[in-house]
């Protein structure tokens, strides 16, 4: 029974999709056993620092050509350093559609307390170069239900895909970029 179970699994795993939808496992490496720690350093050597972002980039890999994976992930990797490659990599190569930075306390769930969130939406194709992805900030509501609301009502803006590459260590920065030197790189 076991065995048919993991074939089962296997065909579906090896399928190609148009939808991939999931809130992906948050772990950091420092946590993770050893041997997930080669697999993902050897299979998603960019996206390494946290299976989250392993799954990021295994999801997209699941889509077929121009399928979409929309995902709750961190929203750790579409700013911090470690992330640069990863970041760059998925500007270049995969279109973004959605960008929703949720914050923190964006389940009801205590045991996700302290969890930072961002809803990111991809299509499994190259962006052009006029491309450019709706962006929206909840980050700052409190509460679920307010997150809720604001994603329902507040205006969402539209940001260059090519411009985030422009910005430094390739962010993605929900606002009006500034012609400002920054303090640091």
């Known amino acids: 029974m076991a065995a048919q179970g993991l074939v089962a699994a296997a065909r579906i795993l090896a399928d190609e999709f148009t939808l991939v939808a999931t809130n992906v496992p948050y772990l950091g490496r420092g946590k993770q056993a050893d ?13 390494k620092a946290d299976l989250a972002t392993c799954f ?3 999801c997209i890999g699941f889509c077929a050509d121009n399928g979409a994976t929309a995902l709750v992930t961190p929203q750790n990797w579409l ?20 960008v ?8 009801e769930s205590a045991q996700a307390a302290g969890a930072f969130v961002a809803l990111v939406e991809l299509t499994s194709r190259r962006a ?9 900030d909840v980050g700052e509501e409190r509460a679920v239900a307010d997150k809720e ?8 803006s539209i940001y260059s895909q090519q411009q985030q590459l422009a910005n430094p260590d390739s962010r993605v920065i929900l ?3 500034t012609e400002h ?5």
Not at 128 to 136: A, C, K, P, R, S
Not at 181 to 185: A, F
């Open 181 to 185: 030197p920054l303090l640091s790189v």
């Open 79 to 98: 700013f911090l350093g470690a992330y640069k490659d990863f970041r760059k990599k998925l500007l270049r190569n995969v279109e973004w559609n959605i």
């Open 149 to 156: 609301l604001s994603l329902r009502t507040t205006s969402v």
């Open 175 to 177: 606002a009006a970029t």
């Open 35 to 47: 041997a997930l720690k080669e697999h993902c350093g050897r299979f998603h050597g960019d996206a």
């Open 128 to 136: 052009d170069d006029t491309h450019g992805f709706v962006g929206i």
């Open 100 to 107: 929703a930075r949720l914050g923190e306390h964006a389940f």
């Open 56 to 58: 990021v980039e295994r």
